[in-house]
Structures are given as structure tokens and as C-alpha cells.
């Protein structure tokens, strides 16, 4: 808790500084998409036409092999789930994407930033990859995304795995959106290099595993032109209805993983999810914070591995 308050504190006085000094038209333009795409588009990239919108996707592993959608959390891109995708490549076709908004996909022109919109997206990047179905996960936002389309397409999802999603009221959303501080926006259009440290210290539990290379392209990939000011609009969008019946509905086998030391979203909420999702099953991890699968990629893709390898083998079991 005390670590909270002060990266809070930390992180309000940089961003007001921002506003109060001033949003210069350079850093509310944000940094060149070519730039960015120069710097970190790799031989496993393309960029695709996605329901009108032109997608960055990153996949590795064998065309043949069962997919696996990995979707990032808000703010951040697919470089989150580097760890995941090293383990996993070689027994899944493991498929990422930078979510509207965010990463090097950049703003949606549509503006399809409300949860239930990312969410019928995982539906159309699906089609787009001509997938009828997968296994999703997500994290954050992305955890948001997942669960609900797996609520709604039960049978287009083999299993899902959720890392700290977002699922009940918080923090003033609820049926309506929080309002969002100005030093928020500030913070989101300019991303000055001491709040990115901050909301990375906020976000991690343990701040030793934060590395200047994460921390750059955290920074980038905010500032990505266009990017924070559709971040701000995603915030104005962002509502957390009572999500209990929706969840009820999920079929998919369901693993939950949390960090104990989220600070974020509670893990009080996992367990909440736990119960909801029939035959869900929750695994936290101590002194890990929110994005468990980037602070902890080892521990945790260990841990969805033995998960869907069980599915599998339960799955070859009952057809014989």
C-alpha cells in the first residue's frame, strides 16, 4: 500500500507538471509511425487489413500447430508477451497483435474503443487469419476483450487464459465511465520518461525487473502519433457493467492467473472470477504485480502450459 501511494503521488505531480507547463504541439503530434515502425517491426511482423483497420500481428510458430491469441493490456503492445511467445512457439502458432489504439496499429479511425468493440475485434482479427477458432489470452484490457468474446462465441474459444483482466466495477467505472484527471491526459499525449518509470514501478511489483529496454519502448509505443489521444478516448469509453451473467456463460476451460501484488486490479477480482466462471481455476503468484506475464514469464507460461497440455490430453482421452 505505502508504495502505491507514493508511485501515486510520484505519478500526479510529473503529469500535472505536464499540464501546467504546457502541451506543446510537438508532443501532442507524438513520435512518427515510420520511425517506430523502422525500429521495431521484425521478419515476424505484417501489418493487415482488419475490419478497415490496418493491424500490426506478429506470428510465430507452425502454421499447423494449435493457435493462440495473445492480446496486451492498455497502454502497452505485444512486446509484453516476448516471454510467453519464446516458450510457446514451438508447440502452438502463436499470434499477436497490437490492439486499436496502442503498439504500432496505431488510432482506429472508427474509433472502436468501448470493451464490448475490442471485444467483437477478436472475432474479426480470427477471420482475418481465417481461424474458426483458438485459444485466447489476455491480460488487463486484453483479459477484458477475451472473456467477453468468449462469452458470446463459446464455440470459437478452446480455452481461455486470463492474467488480471478486467471484470467488475472499479475505481469509478462502472455502467458509466470514470472521470478521467487532466493529469491523466497529460500524462497519456506527452509520456515523459519519469512518468513511464513511475507507471512502470506502479504497475510491477518488483521494480528490479524493470529494464530501460522495456521502459523504452513502453514510452515509444505511448507516444506513437495519434496513440494517446486515442488512448484518452478509451477511457472515455471504458465501462465495467456488472459482468456476472456474461460470465456465467463462458463454457471455454478457464485458467486465472493473478500476481499477489497487483495493485491494479485486486486479487480479490480473481477470485470473484474464479467462482463465476464455471471450473475456472485461479493461480496467483507472490510479489508479482499486474502484467504477471511479463514480470514472471517463466513461472507463468509454465503454469498455461500444464494447462492446455491437460486440455489436450483430456481431449485425446475422450475420443478414444
Not at 505536464?18 to 503530434?29: F, M, P
Amino acid at each position: 500500500m505505502f508504495k502505491r501511494v507514493l508511485i501515486a503521488a510520484l505519478f500526479l505531480i510529473i503529469t500535472s507538471a505536464a499540464l501546467i507547463g504546457g502541451l506543446t504541439w510537438q508532443a501532442a503530434q507524438g513520435v512518427s509511425a515510420v520511425a517506430l515502425e523502422n525500429r521495431y517491426v521484425t521478419s515476424s511482423d505484417r501489418f493487415i487489413d482488419i475490419a478497415g483497420a490496418r493491424v500490426r500481428v506478429r506470428e510465430e510458430g507452425s502454421p499447423e500447430a494449435p493457435a493462440i491469441i495473445l492480446i496486451h493490456g492498455f497502454t502497452h503492445s505485444l512486446e509484453t508477451w516476448d516471454g510467453w511467445a519464446a516458450s510457446l512457439k514451438s508447440d502452438y502458432r502463436v499470434i499477436r497483435y497490437d490492439i486499436l489504439g496502442h503498439g504500432l496499429t496505431g488510432p482506429d479511425l472508427q474509433e472502436r474503443y468501448a470493451p464490448q468493440e475490442r471485444a467483437e475485434f477478436v472475432g474479426s482479427v480470427l477471420d482475418a487469419l481465417d481461424l474458426d477458432n483458438a485459444i485466447i489470452a489476455g491480460n488487463s484490457l486484453g483479459g477484458l476483450a477475451a472473456w467477453r468474446f468468449a462469452s458470446e462465441n463459446r464455440a470459437r474459444v478452446d480455452a481461455l487464459i486470463l492474467i488480471s483482466p478486467g471484470a467488475f466495477p472499479l475505481n469509478g467505472a462502472s455502467d458509466k465511465p470514470a472521470d478521467i484527471p487532466a493529469a491523466m491526459k497529460a500524462y497519456l499525449l506527452t509520456a515523459p520518461e519519469a512518468g513511464v518509470r513511475a507507471s512502470a514501478e506502479y504497475i510491477y511489483a518488483d521494480d528490479s525487473k524493470i529494464t530501460e529496454v522495456r521502459l523504452k519502448i513502453m514510452r515509444d509505443m505511448i507516444r506513437r502519433e495519434g496513440n494517446g489521444a486515442a488512448m484518452i478516448k478509451s477511457l472515455e469509453e471504458f465501462t465495467l457493467p456488472d459482468p456476472t451473467e456474461a460470465l456465467n456463460r463462458i463454457m471455454a476451460p478457464t485458467l486465472i492467473l493473478w500476481g499477489e501484488g497487483d495493485i491494479i486490479i485486486p486479487i480479490e477480482q480473481g477470485r470473484r472470477l474464479e467462482q463465476a466462471i464455471s471450473g475456472a481455476r485461479l493461480l496467483s503468484y507472490a510479489s508479482v504485480g499486474h502484467a504477471a506475464q511479463e514480470e514472471a514469464p517463466a513461472e507463468t507460461v509454465a503454469d498455461a502450459i500444464v494447462f492446455l497440455k491437460g486440455i489436450e490430453e483430456s481431449a485425446e482421452v475422450a475420443a478414444q
